[in-house]
Each structure stands twice: as C-alpha cells, then as structure tokens.
C-alpha cells in the first residue's frame, strides 16, 4: 500500500497568508494525486486533481505541485472560506489512500 | 445537475449488518466508476472500495475482505454498499463518491452508528 505522510497536521494563519501544505508518499507513483477540502459536517470537496490541474469551479488562489514523492497544496492568499480541513488522496494504485488531513485554523 | 443521494442515518447493533444506497442523478451510472469512503468520528477519510460501471465487478480494500459487499442497480441509477457483522468501530459517516479525476462528485453522507 502507498502511504501518504501529511504535514502540517494542524496550521494556524491569518487572512491573507499563504499556506502550503504538503503530503509525501511512501514510494514514487504518477502524478495520480487529489487534494480535497472538507468542512465540519459537509463531504469532501474536490479542488485538485493529477497533482496540479484545478477542479472546474474552484478558485485560483488554490494551486498543487509535485516533486518526486513530495506533493503540495498552496493558497496564495487565505480567505475566510477556506479554513476547513485538507486531505491528499493518491489514486494511483488500490487501495486508495489519504492522508491524515491538515486543518487550517484561523490565528 | 450530478448528485448523489444517500440514505438516510442508520442505528445498529454489533454483529447486525447494515445497507446505504446512492442514488445518482444527472449522469449515467453505468459510465462511472463508484466509490466508498468512511469517517470515523473526529478521524481521517478511509477508503472502502469501488464497485465498475462495467459488469459491476469490485475491489475491496483488505480490511474490508469477508464484511463488504458493494451492488448496483442499473434500472434505479443506485449503488448499494452492504457492511456486515458490525462492531463499534465501525461507527462512522459512510460516503459513496463518483471516480473523475480523483472524487469529482459526493454523496451528502450517511451516519451509521453502532451501539448495543
């Protein structure tokens, strides 16, 4: 199984930062990487898919990256909709697996 | 417009089995692949399995092996994902979710709760 090691796993910002969070697999895979935002009660939603391809709708100040085993998640400039819990997800290989997810607390 | 609608909250005894369907509107379910995601309560996703547009063959991950069972019926447009011999550690909200590009499209979520 691929292991996805997530880090920060809590993160504390302000409006207006620029937070990067970051997710590194147990072995080299494509670039079959999601990054999803979840808030309290709601299901996950989809922001990022293959590493670094933005899901229709979502906004631009979110952005991913990929360098060998190390992906990451970017906003470029926090909004206070976006604090929520993140999660990397691989889709390479079954099982899929997560991370362990990163909240974003406000500061 | 794509949803997925499951059913509704569930409370069950350890050791009884429980059911949730997904019905998907909006798009032809036969073309997707589905997928089950569970969260236990506080904790990370944890992915369950995936049932093929296909013929609606399935693979389930290990931990599941023996207690899910993951169905489809075309005529309805529903997914169905059936975990038996229930125990407390198996309360959790149960997602079934659409494979595009990862998860595109989610179901609102169904708690299970295991309690004697």
């Known amino acids: 199984d691929i292991q996805m090691t997530q880090s920060p796993s809590t993160l504390s910002a302000s409006v207006g930062d620029r937070v990067t969070i970051t997710c590194r697999a147990s072995?080299?895979?494509?670039?079959?990487l999601a990054w999803y935002q979840q808030k309290p009660g709601k299901a996950p939603k989809l922001l990022i898919y293959?590493?670094?391809s933005l899901e229709s709708g979502v906004p631009s100040r979110f952005s991913g990256s990929a360098s060998g085993t190390e992906f990451t998640l970017t906003i470029s400039s926090l909004q206070p909709d976006d604090f929520a819990t993140y999660y990397c997800?691989?889709?390479?290989?079954?099982?899929?697996?997560f991370g362990q997810g990163t909240k974003v607390e406000i500061k | 417009q794509v949803q997925l609608v499951q059913s509704g909250a569930e409370v069950k005894k350890p050791g009884a089995s429980v059911k949730i369907s997904c019905k998907a509107s909006?798009?032809?379910?036969?073309?997707?692949?589905m997928h089950w995601v569970r969260q236990a309560p506080g904790q990370g996703l944890e992915w369950m399995g995936i049932?093929?547009?296909?013929?609606?063959?399935?693979n389930y991950a290990q931990k599941f092996q023996g207690r899910v069972t993951m169905t489809r019926d075309t005529s309805t447009s529903t997914v169905y994902m059936e975990l038996s011999s229930l125990r407390s550690e198996d309360t959790a909200v149960y997602y079934c979710?659409?494979?595009?590009?990862?998860?595109?499209?989610w179901g609102q979520g169904t708690t299970v709760t295991v309690s004697s």
């Open positions: 997800q691989q889709y390479d290989s079954y099982p899929w697996t």
């Open positions: 293959k590493a670094s």
């Open positions: 909006g798009y032809t379910v036969t073309s997707y692949y």
């Open positions: 072995q080299t895979f494509s670039s079959w």
């Open positions: 979710a659409r494979q595009y590009n990862g998860m595109d499209v």
């Open positions: 049932i093929y547009s296909s013929g609606g063959s399935t």
